[in-house]
């Protein structure tokens, strides 16, 4: 049965051995980190955090970035941080302190 999703960026999806007749309208999460790579660079930051939700969505995405970053060279990730699928009370203001503790 043909698929087309207008929202699913998960890179396994790529896979035509696995998934034959899925086609996207949008990009894998691997072009996206790639771009987000290309706007660390022109803005000429080299030490950078990623904040991502929990979730095939947001940790493939962190992970996709973290690999691109790697291939180019010249970027230090300092701290990776998973906000919960269901933030408790309190949970984005420590999420804050926790970006804040490195400058």
Known sequence: IPQIS???????LSDPGRYEFF????????YQA???VAVVRALGWS???????EGNYGESGVEA???SSREAGGLCIAQSIKIPREPK????TKVIGRLMETS
């Open 6 to 12: 207008y929202a699913s960026t998960a890179p396994e």
């Open 23 to 30: 086609s996207r309208v949008v990009p894998p999460d691997s």
């Open 34 to 36: 790639q771009a987000m």
């Open 47 to 53: 030490y950078v955090s990623t904040l991502a939700s």
């Open 65 to 67: 970035f973290v690999q």
């Open 89 to 92: 009370p309190g949970e984005f």
